[in-house]
């Protein structure tokens, strides 16, 4: 059973994960907060397996919470209307980056990707992570870049 | 229509230079030369005028822009060698013919009766190569300026495009970030009341909304997208009508569509046309959309039925339809084919790009 956190700061929001979670067999919602600094506190305390974060919160963004978190035992999985923070999310070692309004098909993929990596390997860090790429993508104003990294 | 005034105005500066022709007087006509008194002279200047120009307006105005355009070097000289080569084949053969209608001499033996007659006259001997190879330096010379300037031209159309497109971007930036919380907001509702229907609609809109906003504005986005985004404004779309009218939209895809790129809303234009003109306001009419991509090279195909035209759409769409035209034109010079048939019971457009680089 994985314990989920459900961390946004609108009402409708949290309430749609939760019922997905609800919904999923193998997932259980352990807590919700509709603040960051909250659900830091909580997590410093408790144990879970797998976090679902907005990004843009007051007080406390999820990219920042995410920073804060045990990822060793806990996988973040981004949830955000912005579609621009990609990048930044797969930076912070975050599983999957959800993009609101999402559908319950696709959160259940999210899901599948958080249980592939528990069951492969630990979340590691970049330098010793799998095989280096091919290419990369950076995405600056409009524009999108393709690094080589050879 | 600029093309062809220019074409004209070349083939006129041909004729022009080569009828003003340069007599050398006082000389008797000898083998091969043509003289002024019996006219042949004026046909000869005819016979070069009209193969220089051949020569001169296949390099630059097509064999330049065909070739060049994409590095075919090799193919580029082929061409035009073999085109200055068959018009130099062709003056000779019209030369032969000239001679021998005005009955001159073809040999350096000959006696004709106009060397008697006139043994001294104004004549004019031109061999054919040097007319041909001349006009097809000029050729080059003229199709790779007027192709320069035509890339520049080309450039700063793009950029001032980019730029009249970033300042609609800023305007439709009605903060977004509030506009998809809210329309998660109305999710959460259609989740909490149990409507998968309306929570599917939901999120097909924003992705569409979305994939607008945020991806129309890169250079290049992934076919495959472009036409999920397609599928997606189709079902949205579907919305419109009934539950029971029997809406007939097909989309149909082969071919190696993942892995190539498109600019982005290059083809959910002519959906959104079809759409309009295709299915009246009770669903009947039908729409098909098909995208096939072959070696790199796509061809997108939309059929609509004519029933749900009706004359002030009509009139209004058309804007739609030069804007994509307009944007093919700058996006995709000379690796486009665009062609629209409009019968009388349905309207095709058939789009073929060469989606490689």
Redo the contacts between chains.
Sequence with gaps: MLRCVVVDD????V??LR?YIARTPGLAAAASFRSAVDAQAWLSTHEADLAFLDI?MPDLGGLELAGLVDRRRTAVVFCT????YAAESYERDAVDYL?????FERFLRAVAKVLARRDGFAPSPPERGGPAPRELFVKSG???HRLDPR | MRRHIETAVLAAAFAGVFLAVVYRPDRPVFMGEFNNIDGSVYWAAIARAAAAFAVFGAVSLVYVGRFLGNKRIAAFAAASLLTALAATVVVFAVDRGLLHLYNLPTGPNEISDKMMAYPMRETRSAAAAPVVLIALGLGILYGLSRDWVLTFRNRRELALEKVRADAAFLRSQINPHFFFNSLNNIFAITQRNGDGEAGDAIVKLSELVRYMIYEGNVDRIALAREIETIENFVDVCRLRFAREDDVDIAVTKEGRINGSEIAPLLLLPFVENALKHGIDSKGRGWVRVSARVDEGLLRFRVDNSKCGARETVRRHSGVGLENVKRRLELLYPRRHELSVTDADEEYRVDLALDLEE
């Design positions: 609108e009402a409708g929001a309430e749609v019922g843009d209307a912005y579609a621009q993009l609101k309004p999402v559908a409009a524009k999108i």
